[in-house]
């Protein structure tokens, strides 16, 4: 039962480039995502979210765009910075519980 | 800023032991979570809790698994008697409201380890 899917376990990205990170859903139901941070030993801390119904939100270096037609949303990183390595994970809810993918690793590299 | 606090950091705990997981959530806040993630799993929801109430629970809660509000400030998870699939971390999480555009924020953990 994967109705959230993040299919990267890991991405290494240059300091100062792009991070794209990828997410994939199956559940129409899902009409609010969100993309948590998470470092060793530590819970995961939200990061940002969007509605069902926009497109792109954007909160400083950070924008997650979503693609209800495709299931589809990406989380953009710019410019990305070594203290941005960590685990990414992707989750989806439609009424409380939050549904998580299972994360991707980014190295930020310097 | 506020945050989300978990007792113990790190539980060992014999198989058949019972064992209580200790959370404060946001003070503001009105629901609460409790999620687990066994070591190489994704984080697999357990039971939400609103008004004093389970509002809705997964398949891995079942009747060894209890929560509770016993005072304004405390939500805890007891595990009635442990049994080795039960090793995991087991994050709490509390959130405003229940959608909406509330995010749920996380406390740090408590690592679950049955021996």
């Known amino acids: 039962d994967q109705q959230v899917k993040q299919n990267s376990p890991s991405l290494s990205v240059q300091e100062g480039r792009i991070s794209i990170l990828n997410c994939d859903y199956t559940?129409?139901?899902?009409?609010?995502f969100l993309w948590y941070k998470k470092y060793p030993a530590e819970g995961p801390t939200f990061l940002i979210s969007i509605s069902s119904i926009k497109d792109k939100n954007e909160d400083g270096r950070f924008t997650v765009f979503l693609n209800k037609s495709a299931k589809h949303l990406s989380l953009h990183i710019v410019p990305s910075q070594p203290g941005d390595s960590a685990v990414y994970f992707c989750?989806?809810?439609?009424?409380?519980?939050?549904?998580f993918g299972k994360g991707t690793r980014l190295s930020v590299i310097a | 800023e506020p945050e989300v606090t978990q007792t113990p950091s790190h539980q060992v705990t014999q198989m058949g032991q019972e064992v209580i997981l200790r959370c404060v959530p946001i003070s503001n806040h009105l629901y609460f979570y409790w999620y687990r993630q066994i070591l190489g799993q994704k984080v697999e929801f357990l039971v939400s809790?609103?008004?004093?109430?389970?509002?809705?629970k997964s398949e891995i809660f079942d009747d060894q698994f209890s929560v509770e509000r016993p005072d304004g400030s405390n939500f805890t998870l007891k595990i009635r008697s442990t049994k080795l699939e039960d090793s995991a971390m087991y994050f709490c999480a509390s959130s405003r409201e229940e959608n909406s555009n509330q995010p749920q924020h996380f406390g740090d953990g408590t690592r679950l380890s049955i021996l």
């Open positions: 559940n129409s139901m899902f009409d609010y």
């Open positions: 809790f609103y008004n004093n109430e389970i509002s809705e």
């Open positions: 989750a989806a809810s439609s009424q409380g519980p939050l549904v």
